[in-house]
């Protein structure tokens, strides 16, 4: 039972997933990737996408940042930053689990 | 309308008028349809292929009570084939067990499941259904077992918005992802006993001072969706998030609308489905065009800054209030007519007449077919 759920904090060491109920679906007719989740339609724009593409549960936090940093051939530490907000703030609305 | 309207996002089936319970604010119209004025499953089955194909991506699969439609669960699987997020918007009687696990395997996505009140006695005094408490529960439980999105909705008005605290304690209880606080919206069933309904003003700021305090203290945990009250507001809601913008409905006879009490209108013609390809429909009937976007607004919505925002309100209560469906929704402040809702509220009984607890049961006219 999630009766006592209780709210994740984000760390290095988390592996987020996305929430059992969350799709990550392309739509052709928008031509864009969309996150159904309940009652509600999310467009995440590119390094949205790329962060949700590795909640698998599996990848840590801190594996993701590297990758991306790799990807995106930025610094380490900004990317930390703000990988960690992004994850916090769909932790927060219950559509990614850490 | 200049150019051409984007493919809607989300629709909302009302599959049906039937429902064991007899809600006294009950949003469907007050002339119920019965069941054999209903479409037929293959019917249903047409609409959710062209929905998908037109670029919906959420189906409200609602009534009525959706349930009792022995096809619901061909409509899911139909759905969900071609990606199509699924929501069941139902009253949870009947549903646990074989019913849910079917629904489930169909490839159901979301439950929402209404209490008309947070304790068995509410319930059953609201719903006008004895053992609806008990079978909310289990089908809300059974929902969380299998691993579907579960969201607890809890319609308020002046006989249980004393209980929010015990919402909250309840859709915690049952590890639901989602509370849907939504005071009661004043049409169809609701505006005819908007009387008995309404909760007073004291009532309504400790709400929403309650709320506030549950939500930063649930970060994270559960999500607590709040539809203010109308009549307290200052700026009207964007119903339908704008007119045959994102959304439309769909009545249980294949009536095609842009919202669902827009059949208050009586200027509109509604087309039917079948006539002709749902994405017409949608792209140009002249009852979705009639007050899309903001080409149709009159003042004080014409000029205002706030006009893709809420894009002027409510078209049906504007009709209802202010006697023209293109004028600003007199909830707005900026409406000549805004008066008028403070008005409506003195005609409201006084607190002290609420007596939420005990067992009075107000002169309800409570829902049923061929009520008129
Ligand atoms: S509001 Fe009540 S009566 Fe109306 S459909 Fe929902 S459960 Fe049934
Ligand atoms: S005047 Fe019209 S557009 Fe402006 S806030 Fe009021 S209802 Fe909305």
């Given at each position: 039972?999630?009766?006592?759920?209780?709210?994740?904090?984000?760390?290095?060491?988390?592996?987020?997933?996305?929430?059992?109920?969350?799709?990550?679906?392309?739509?052709?007719?928008?031509?864009?990737?969309?996150?159904?989740?309940?009652?509600?339609?999310?467009?995440?724009?590119?390094?949205?996408?790329?962060?949700?593409?590795?909640?698998?549960?599996?990848?840590?936090?801190?594996?993701?940042?590297?990758?991306?940093?790799?990807?995106?051939?930025?610094?380490?530490?900004?990317?930390?930053?703000?990988?960690?907000?992004?994850?916090?703030?769909?932790?927060?609305?219950?559509?990614?689990?850490? | 309308?200049?150019?051409?309207?984007?493919?809607?996002?989300?629709?909302?089936?009302?599959?049906?008028?039937?429902?064991?319970?007899?809600?006294?604010?009950?949003?469907?119209?007050?002339?119920?349809?019965?069941?054999?004025?209903?479409?037929?499953?293959?019917?249903?089955?047409?609409?959710?292929?062209?929905?998908?194909?037109?670029?919906?991506?959420?189906?409200?699969?609602?009534?009525?009570?959706?349930?009792?439609?022995?096809?619901?669960?061909?409509?899911?699987?139909?759905?969900?084939?071609?990606?199509?997020?699924?929501?069941?918007?139902?009253?949870?009687?009947?549903?646990?067990?074989?019913?849910?696990?079917?629904?489930?395997?169909?490839?159901?996505?979301?439950?929402?499941?209404?209490?008309?009140?947070?304790?068995?006695?509410?319930?059953?005094?609201?719903?006008?259904?004895?053992?609806?408490?008990?079978?909310?529960?289990?089908?809300?439980?059974?929902?969380?077992?299998?691993?579907?999105?579960?969201?607890?909705?809890?319609?308020?008005?002046?006989?249980?918005?004393?209980?929010?605290?015990?919402?909250?304690?309840?859709?915690?209880?049952?590890?639901?992802?989602r509370l849907e606080i939504a005071n009661v919206q004043y049409a169809g069933w609701a505006l005819l006993n908007r009387r008995y309904l309404l909760p007073d003003g004291a009532s309504i700021e400790h709400q929403v001072a309650t709320v506030e305090a549950a939500?930063?203290?649930?970060?994270?945990?559960?999500?607590?969706?709040?539809?203010?009250?109308?009549?307290?507001?200052?700026?009207?809601?964007?119903?339908?998030?704008?007119?045959?913008?994102?959304?439309?409905?769909?009545?249980?006879?294949?009536?095609?609308?842009?919202?669902?009490?827009?059949?208050?209108?009586?200027?509109?013609?509604?087309?039917?489905?079948?006539?002709?390809?749902?994405?017409?429909?949608?792209?140009?009937?002249?009852?979705?065009?009639?007050?899309?976007?903001?080409?149709?607004?009159?003042?004080?919505?014409?000029?205002?800054?706030?006009?893709?925002?809420?894009?002027?309100?409510?078209?049906c209560q504007a009709l209802a209030l202010a006697g023209d469906a293109a004028a600003a929704d007199p909830v707005c402040v900026r409406s000549p007519l805004h008066a008028r809702m403070a008005m409506l509220l003195e005609e409201t009984l006084p607190p002290s007449?609420?007596?939420?607890?005990?067992?009075?049961?107000?002169?309800?006219?409570?829902?049923?077919?061929?009520?008129?």
């Amino acid at each position: 039972m999630t009766a006592d759920r209780r709210r994740g904090i984000v760390s290095a060491q988390s592996r987020p997933r996305l929430a059992p109920y969350v799709r990550l679906r392309f739509d052709p007719v928008r031509n864009a990737w969309a996150v159904l989740a309940p009652e509600r339609v999310l467009w995440p724009d590119a390094i949205g996408l790329d962060i949700l593409r590795r909640c698998d549960g599996k990848t840590s936090i801190s594996a993701i940042v590297r990758e991306l940093a790799c990807e995106y051939d930025g610094q380490g530490q900004e990317i930390d930053a703000d990988v960690g907000a992004f994850l916090q703030e769909w932790a927060d609305r219950l559509l990614v689990r850490l | 309308m200049t150019q051409a309207p984007f493919p809607p996002i989300a629709m909302l089936a009302e599959l049906t008028h039937r429902c064991p319970l007899q809600c006294p604010y009950c949003s469907n119209p007050i002339d119920l349809l019965k069941a054999d004025r209903e479409m037929e499953t293959e019917r249903w089955l047409d609409v959710f292929e062209q929905v998908a194909a037109m670029g919906v991506l959420q189906v409200h699969l609602s009534g009525g009570e959706p349930t009792l439609r022995r096809d619901l669960e061909q409509f899911v699987s139909t759905l969900s084939q071609t990606g199509v997020y699924t929501n069941l918007i139902t009253a949870g009687v009947g549903l646990a067990g074989i019913r849910l696990e079917a629904l489930a395997s169909a490839g159901l996505d979301h439950v929402q499941v209404s209490f008309q009140g947070a304790n068995a006695e509410t319930t059953a005094r609201i719903g006008r259904h004895s053992g609806a408490h008990a079978q909310k529960l289990a089908a809300a439980r059974h929902a969380r077992a299998l691993g579907l999105a579960l969201t607890i909705n809890a319609p308020i008005h002046r006989h249980n918005i004393a209980e929010i605290p015990d919402y909250i304690d309840l859709a915690l209880s049952l590890g639901a992802e989602r509370l849907e606080i939504a005071n009661v919206q004043y049409a169809g069933w609701a505006l005819l006993n908007r009387r008995y309904l309404l909760p007073d003003g004291a009532s309504i700021e400790h709400q929403v001072a309650t709320v506030e305090a549950a939500r930063a203290r649930l970060v994270g945990v559960l999500e607590i969706d709040f539809v203010v009250a109308d009549h307290f507001a200052t700026y009207p809601k964007p119903c339908m998030g704008g007119w045959g913008r994102d959304a439309f409905v769909i009545a249980p006879d294949g009536l095609v609308l842009p919202c669902h009490a827009a059949m208050t209108i009586p200027s509109l013609r509604f087309e039917r489905f079948g006539s002709r390809p749902l994405a017409d429909i949608w792209r140009d009937s002249p009852a979705f065009n009639a007050f899309r976007g903001t080409d149709w607004m009159l003042e004080p919505c014409r000029s205002c800054e706030r006009r893709d925002v809420d894009w002027g309100g409510c078209r049906c209560q504007a009709l209802a209030l202010a006697g023209d469906a293109a004028a600003a929704d007199p909830v707005c402040v900026r409406s000549p007519l805004h008066a008028r809702m403070a008005m409506l509220l003195e005609e409201t009984l006084p607190p002290s007449d609420a007596r939420t607890g005990g067992d009075l049961i107000p002169p309800f006219a409570f829902r049923r077919i061929g009520r008129t």
